[in-house]
């Protein structure tokens, strides 16, 4: 059972697109609307795995770029989550992701100033001698089975949360979680030490 009907669309959703075609998902699925795939961009066979009974409300993005993709376990429950992917995200079974919550395998634009400034052009739709885009750094992100993320939290480039933990509303995590803990803060540090 799910609400999202033979032809791909959400049953009474206000938004007039479909899901897109690279996206799976399993029994039970609830996905409050198909606008959350607006911002999807990739061109990959399979972008988006949905597992069984995965809950997507209104306010989830998923914003992958041409070659991301990402995987979202068993009962997990998105809610407000912006997951951004340039190259894979995986969030594992049973996880809570609260709103605002952003979620991104990349930097999305260079640090060096310079590059930056090449960015810019290159991000200008209207710009007639738009140069390419500088290569920019991608690392997966792992959140494993049963993590709690707290609202306004942000998960940065290459960070693996283990599993049972506990990312605290509004911390900041740029370096991998251990299992089993509570991390608050920016940056994000260990708070607490969970049975």
Not at 170 to 185: C, E, F, M
Request: hydrophobic content about 45%.
């Amino acid at each position: 059972m799910s609400n999202i009907t033979a032809d791909r669309r959400v049953e009474s959703d206000w938004w007039q697109h479909p899901i897109p075609e690279n996206v799976t998902w399993g029994e039970g699925l609830y996905c409050e609307t198909a606008q959350i795939f607006r911002f999807m961009r990739s061109k990959r066979e399979l972008a988006v795995e949905l597992g069984m009974h995965v809950s997507c409300y209104a306010g989830v993005s998923f914003a992958l770029g041409a070659n991301g993709s990402c995987k979202i376990g068993d009962f997990t429950l998105l809610n407000g989550a912006l997951i951004m992917a340039d190259e894979r995200i995986e969030i594992g079974r049973h996880c809570l992701v609260s709103w605002n919550v952003g979620i991104a395998d990349s930097d999305f634009h260079p640090i060096d100033a310079a590059q930056r400034r090449i960015d810019t052009m290159a991000l200008a739709p209207f710009y007639k001698d738009r140069p390419a885009r500088p290569p920019l750094k991608t690392a997966p992100v792992i959140i494993e089975d049963n993590v709690w993320i707290g609202m306004n939290a942000v998960i940065l480039k290459g960070v693996t949360i283990g599993e049972n933990s506990v990312v605290a509303a509004g911390a900041v995590v740029s370096k991998s979680v251990p299992a089993n803990v509570v991390v608050a803060g920016n940056p994000a540090v260990v708070v607490k030490q969970l049975a």
